[in-house]
T-cell receptor, first 115, second 111 residues
């Protein structure tokens, strides 16, 4: 079946602009996670959703970052007033439900470059 | 957040077994040990997880120390396709199950 998909695969934007990154999880997966990964580092947790609600947003670096999942499926990560330091690969993952055993399935990521 | 410690890199020869170590001395009784790997230019991929007993699946084996303060991911016969960064992660409920990745171990496989 289809895996986690993310669009766009690459996004180049100018400093100060607004961007939206989309994640389509595996159908039926109730838990959805966002991470970002800088070169040479492991993924950094940003936020996760259980259904429509953000169960833990403690990883969002500041109030320029916001994520939604209005119908409990597709999620959008929104970044306002982008800065060069926001350049990274943004990864989305989903799992069947939230639980300490459930494996996460990752998408290929969106590479964001802020110039 | 529970911390894990892994070597920065390891090297293996193709067709030989690989033992990737992970230390997690602050593990609590309810923490599950998860391993993921990330191939170049891809998102991480689940490998295996366990709680107390050793685990085997089609990809690898997970050996967990009796005191659970360390674990070892075992690839029985390394192939060139196994060259990746391997992450050892503890998943703990702290109001949620966020997953905290460390820097991982980069595995190089020589033909």
């Amino acid at each position: 079946g289809a895996g986690v998909s993310q669009t766009p695969s690459n996004k180049v934007t100018e400093k100060g602009k607004y961007v939206e990154l989309r994640c389509d999880p595996i159908s039926g997966h109730t838990a959805l996670y966002w991470y970002r990964q800088s070169l040479g580092q492991g993924p950094e947790f940003l936020i996760y959703f259980q259904g429509t609600g953000a169960a833990d947003d403690s990883g969002l670096p500041n109030d320029r970052f916001f994520a939604v999942r209005p119908e409990g499926s597709v999620s959008t990560l929104k970044i306002q007033r982008t800065e060069r330091g926001d350049s990274a690969v943004y990864l989305c993952a989903s799992s069947l439900s939230e639980g300490d055993k459930n494996e996460q399935y990752f998408g290929p990521g969106t590479r964001l470059t802020v110039t | 957040d529970a911390k894990t410690t892994q070597p920065n890199s390891m090297e293996s020869n193709e067709e030989e077994p690989v033992h990737l170590p992970c230390n997690h001395s602050t593990i609590s009784g309810t923490d599950y040990i998860h391993w993921y790997r990330q191939l170049p230019s891809q998102g991480p991929e689940y490998v295996i997880h366990g709680l107390t007993s050793n685990v085997n699946n089609r990809m690898a084996s997970l050996a967990i120390a009796e005191d659970r303060k360390s674990s070892t991911l075992i690839l029985h016969r390394a192939t060139l396709r196994d060259a990746a960064v391997y992450y050892c992660i503890l998943r703990r409920y702290t109001g949620g199950f966020k997953t905290i990745f460390g820097a991982g171990t980069r595995l190089f496989v020589k033909a």
